[in-house]
């Protein structure tokens, strides 16, 4: 892994405006993610995720959706402030994202391979032959493990698995530097999961990319990741290394919520212990700490003011007001 900082989100404000409410989708969030790194970013349906990955590639809805505060830094440049065509010179050729489902995601006109020799056309005309892109597209193929006489099959006759492969495939056809992947498993069996999990890691340490994986899932966190952020109503609510959030017992209550609600076949029990109550409404947020309807260890105060990031290690931050002291500058 390296220090050297790939992609920095400092204070990202997202909403999204309708004609009945303003909903706050991202609330500050705040990340850096080095190459070589695979950050994790973790919670539930509603929390902020996608929005934040739609963000960094300005993929937003055109009419709602909209970024009223923050940077997105990737080495250095504010992708904010690019124009729409520096912006789609950088998506699929220095970032890529593959999105959650695959049976929504590929053309289902068009055979896998011309949908790989698209991206590769767009962003590669100029410095590759057509037999050198027709060439590449069975690479990347190959890479997925997906034969590449099938290059002429279109999307429904492969399995889900094996369209999960091809999106895949098409997110690492120009080698990005930064590959973002919304709950890459989340349609699949969990024989398949596994598989595509153990590719996805294999293609990263091939091709040296740096990940944003976003997920619900601890295993996955545990095995793939290097660095977590939990999210929780457009927060970032704690953060650190994989081993601070396994390892260590200091957790905020949403994250020892999400611990507790695994399932364990060491205890003989036949209910999981959930997390009480719903994620809010982003447009009608609680005051205060956004977690304090549902949490166990709530205090009056926590129902009136916002809580600061404290600092439990030089990697491990914990937004909460029941841990250490505050450090200013933090998420």
């Given at each position: ?69 923050g940077e997105i830094l990737y080495n250095g440049k504010d992708l904010l402030k690019l124009s729409s065509g520096e912006m789609q010179a950088i998506r699929g050729e220095m970032i890529s994202m593959i999105f959650q489902d695959p049976m929504s995601s590929l ?225």
């Open positions: 892994m390296s220090d050297q900082k790939l992609l920095e989100i400092k204070n990202l404000r997202v909403v999204y405006e309708t004609d009945e409410a303003v909903a706050k989708a991202v609330n500050g969030v705040s990340l850096t993610l080095n190459k070589r790194e695979v950050l994790g970013i973790l919670g539930e349906t509603g929390a902020g995720k996608t929005t934040t990955a739609l963000s960094i590639l300005r993929l937003l809805p055109q009419y709602t959706g909209k970024v009223t505060e053309n289902p006109v068009m055979t896998v391979g011309d949908q790989i020799k698209e991206a590769l056309f767009y962003h590669n005309e100029s410095k590759y032959s057509s037999e050198r892109i027709r060439q590449r597209v069975d690479e990347i193929l190959e890479l997925v493990g997906i034969p590449s006489a099938r290059k002429n099959n279109y999307p429904h006759q492969f399995s889900g698995g094996m369209k999960q492969r091809i999106v895949i495939a098409i997110a690492l056809a120009c080698d990005p530097e930064l590959l973002i992947a919304d709950e890459p498993t989340t349609a699949l069996d969990v024989t398949i999961q596994a598989q595509v999990l153990r590719m996805m890691k294999e293609l990263k340490e091939k091709t040296g990319a740096s990940m944003i994986l976003i997920t619900h899932d601890l295993g996955i966190v545990a095995k793939m990741c290097d660095n977590v952020a939990v999210m929780y109503a457009g927060e970032i609510i704690e953060s650190g290394s994989v081993w601070d959030i396994f390892e260590n017992k200091a957790h905020h209550p949403y994250t020892n919520g999400l611990f507790a609600s695994l399932p364990n076949l060491n205890i003989d029990s036949k209910r999981l212990n959930p997390i009480g109550g719903l994620m809010p409404d982003p447009a009608h947020l609680p005051p205060g700490c956004k977690f304090h309807p549902r949490c166990p260890r709530r205090s009056d105060v926590c129902k009136i003011e916002a809580p600061e990031v404290f600092a439990m290690s030089p990697t491990h931050r914990i937004k909460c007001r029941l841990f250490g002291e505050k450090e200013d500058g933090l998420l």
